[in-house]
């Protein structure tokens, strides 16, 4: 349908024509003849990596929020995390069913996006070991949120400052058993997360106040945690709130065997294969 507007140009299409404005020109042009098809093997594959995205934004959708810098007009942390995350090298392919079940496989996936420099870390067996100077902690039953939350801005001036808030967040991958006609795995994920401000006096010791993380100083005075059952682990740094609030760029750390799996060229051809028969098996 084409539409005249009240300053006399004309937008839309008519017949084998689309009128568009060129240069404060109205300018028709024909239809394309060819139309990229929909359902070629790159369009389904690329479907096929969001879903897990999305299923993994369910699962993080809390420790997510406000980590994404420079949203503006309709972006949210939701479109944010796609967008940064259709980029990433990993891609993870669900089958029909699975998705359908709401599976979610846990991986290295970008977990906030901003200008602050980036923390820098890695695992070392199932231990996240960060670039974070707590030197002169001791980490025992005595230690209080106040000792860290205080001397992470004055050991590490550069990077942070009172008021930042720190978030450490561990995602767990399991499977479940479906009681179905064949039965299969299902695999999903949970996600833990806790969230302190820097400079703040609070005397909550940090084992209660985070008590499903595991803390420890390396030799070189750096901050390590883990937490039981984890297979993806990440710090994240945030300053303000909201739309205004900046961030650092940060990766899931992960380990996780199941990605050998749901990654490889068979399972991609397999799910691209499940959404092909979807009808006949409805």
């Not at 106040?209 to 390396?218: A, G, K, V």
């Not at 749901?262 to 691209?272: F, G, H, N, P, V």
């Amino acid at each position: 349908m084409a539409i005249v507007k009240p300053d006399g140009s004309i937008s839309g299409a008519m017949d084998d024509g689309v009128f568009r404005s060129y240069d404060g020109v109205t300018v028709l042009s024909s239809k394309p003849d060819v139309v990229r098809n929909p359902r070629s093997e790159s369009q389904q594959t690329n479907r096929l990596k969001l879903r897990n995205i999305i299923s993994m934004y369910s699962c993080m959708k809390t420790a997510l929020k406000d980590n994404f810098q420079g949203k503006s007009g309709c972006q949210s942390d939701y479109t944010r995390f796609q967008s940064c995350n259709m980029t990433v090298k990993t891609a993870v392919y669900l089958t029909y069913d699975e998705n359908l079940n709401h599976a979610c496989v846990v991986a290295p996936y970008v977990v906030s996006f901003g200008t602050l420099p980036t923390i820098e870390y890695h695992l070392e067996d199932d231990w996240l070991v960060t670039d974070i100077d707590v030197n002169g902690m001791v980490v025992d039953e005595c230690a209080t949120m106040s000792d860290l939350s205080e001397l992470i801005p004055l050991r590490n001036p550069d990077f942070f400052r009172r008021g930042d808030r720190v978030g450490l967040m561990v995602c767990c991958q399991k499977t479940l058993r479906k009681a179905v006609p064949g039965g299969y795995d299902l695999p999903v994920a949970s996600c833990i997360y806790r969230e302190f401000e820097l400079g703040v006096k609070d005397q909550t010791p940090v084992s209660q106040y985070m008590p499903d993380f595991e803390f420890r100083i390396n030799e070189d005075n750096k901050l390590c945690f883990r937490s039981q059952g984890a297979c993806g682990l990440a710090v994240v740094r945030k300053r303000g709130e909201g739309r205004k609030a900046f961030s650092s760029v940060q990766t899931l750390a992960v380990n996780n065997p199941m990605l050998e799996k749901y990654t490889s060229d068979e399972q991609r051809q397999l799910a691209i294969a499940s959404y092909v028969n979807k009808k006949s098996r409805k």
